[in-house]
């Protein structure tokens, strides 16, 4: 579609004349992503007091949220892995109900970990729930919503999942300051914040009693019965060169950005937590004081942070509206990597906190971008799948980031007893692992543009 050729509706909001159903369908669909990121964003910001409470004297308890970090991320892979398969083959409805479902339970179980081994298996488990929303919730929203309100409506869903997010962080500024208060011991807190994030099970109720299966595909569906055409199929998704380039390609994309987030970025809580551990500390306070204040401010930092990529996700989908998806693409890969080595250097304290929402707006601003173009890459028998693959079978190789910033930070901090020095370490190592994001700009090079074309079809 070239400018003299759009008319006056295509230029509308994208939220112009849709019907009641298709609000229902957006509603349903970003809200199973947004409390599906308020569980990721819990176990961020219970991670740090999770490790202390449950591994031995003595254990690092950065190096080990790492590596629970990374089997996070594992099982969040596998989800995506199997769920984006099974819902091009039986319907995204359906089985979108299901990964709610597992993830919302588990999460709950986490509150009951007893050690680090069983806190790791139910973190692995939410992984696989967690794994399975964001390729169905795109795929819903892409097959069910009109073509021109496509990219407004999956840029807006993804940018709703930074609420999650910031009510996530206002859970443990309440948690803060009932251990302030000493309602609960500073040691429970992290039980309780995995407790909350149980309350999305809830939420199947509605998607079972309503939400219909996108007529894109019951039809497609159809079609592929009488015909033979494989659905959720990942010898099509890899064995056609046509849909292996975007797949392979679009999974490089993905792994850049999951890295620069989930290996460096959200690691920022242990960053503030650790400076405004050590100002209160030589300002002489109690040890009581120091864990009430340094849960208030880590609550602080995940609210800034994610108000700032939710600005940063709605500037993306406007960006990729009017310029198209890989220049804002390429905007964003600068933006996230110079922005987040000058955090990860510069950031000294509660004067600063500021830095977190640029950081936020940046590296969170590459993940509207997935919602938008990904599905705009794949056919709707393996609509669900090729999403899943980019977004989330990356994450095996994704797991690594939070494994490697611990082992890098431990590496460089070896030897140091001095707090400062320990920081200056953490800093660093964050630093080095931000090149990440060049990985990102190397496969938009080699993908194609979206903009103004229909999805691809078969």
Known sequence: MNASSKTPDSLAPWWKNLTGYHWFVFIIASLAWMFDCLDQQLFLLARNDAMKALLPEGWDAKEYGGYATSIFVAGWATGGLIFGAVGDRIGRARTLTMTVLIYSFCTGLSAFSQGWIDFAIYRFLTGVGVGGVFGLAVALIADTLPDRSRAGALGTLQALSAVGNVAAGLVSMYMGSLVKSGTIQAGESWKYMFLVGALPAFLCVFIAV????????????????????????????????RWRRPALLGMMLCVSGVIGLWGIG?????????????????????????????SKWVGINSIVQNTGAFFGMLAFTFLAQKTGRKPAFAVAYVAAMVVTIAYFQMFNGKADIWMSAVMGACQLAIFAGFAIYLPELFPTRLRSTGTSFCYNVGRFLAATGPFTLGKLQASLKSGLTDADAKINAFRDAATYMSAVFLVGLVALYFLHETKDKAMPED
Do not use: C, M, Q
């Open 210 to 241: 309503r939400l219909k299966e996108p007529e894109k595909w019951v039809k497609a569906r159809e079609h592929g019965r009488a015909t033979g055409v494989a659905f959720g199929s990942y010898a099509s998704l890899l064995g056609e060169a």
């Open 266 to 294: 959200f690691f920022s809580p242990e960053l503030v937590g650790d400076v405004i551990e050590r100002s209160l500390l030589a300002e002489g306070k109690a040890a009581d004081i120091v864990s009430a204040e340094k």
